[in-house]
């Protein structure tokens, strides 16, 4: 063989090195898909993507068993306690506060007479200084936020209190979980 016939044979040579990783990817193409991990994740010592959404609360509608959480937002907040739209008999809708330590609702004497409560009973009460009041009792057909609901519920009438108090009685089928925007009521 001449040096210009083994030359041409040296370069077609690497060319078809250089072609075949070619022909392999495009015989066999490799696919990845790129999945969005969130704000909240960690990298672990593999370089593999781990999720913390159940860590972090997700910003992104999470799934429960029934598919839904309700989420109200917060209009403003009395201390650090966060006061919310309710709507009573699916027409009348009052500012209430979200009280995780009251066992019942409480609403104001004006929001009673809005809703044309008539009393029915007297409920004690402990209040938060440890005092023992009484309460004029009525029902409500229903309590609404953001999609949560409870039924027949006996709420307190406070004669002197200025705002209503969501209590247990609203939220007990519920798990609560406060964000800075917004309360969320996750069906258990």
């Known amino acids: 063989m001449k040096n210009a ?14 072609i075949i990783p070619t022909l392999i990817f495009l015989a066999f193409p490799h696919r990845t898909n790129a999945e969005d991990p969130g704000e909240c994740f960690m990298i672990n010592s593999s370089g593999r993507t781990i999720p913390l959404r159940k ?9 429960n068993k029934e598919g839904r959480i309700f989420r109200v937002p917060i209009k403003r907040r009395l201390g650090r306690t966060p006061v919310i739209d ?17 066992n ?18 007297v409920m004690q009460a402990q209040i938060a200084d440890g005092t023992q009041v009484e309460f004029s009792t009525s029902k409500v057909k229903s309590m609404a936020a953001g999609g949560a609901i409870a039924k027949n519920i006996e709420v307190a009438i406070a004669p002197k209190a200025e705002f209503g108090l969501l209590g247990h009685d609203f939220f007990s089928n519920y798990d609560i979980k406060i964000l800075e925007t ?4 996750h069906p258990r």
């Open 104 to 121: 019942n609702t409480l609403i104001p004497l004006k929001l009673a007479i809005a809703l044309q409560l008539q009393p029915t009973g």
């Open 5 to 18: 016939d083994k030359n041409r044979y040296k370069n077609l040579k690497l060319a078809v090195i250089a």
């Open 55 to 63: 860590l972090c609360g997700s910003k992104k509608t999470i799934q």
């Open 182 to 185: 917004e309360v969320e009521f």
């Open 86 to 102: 309710v709507t009573f008999n699916d027409k009348n809708i009052f500012e209430m506060i979200v009280d995780t330590g009251a």
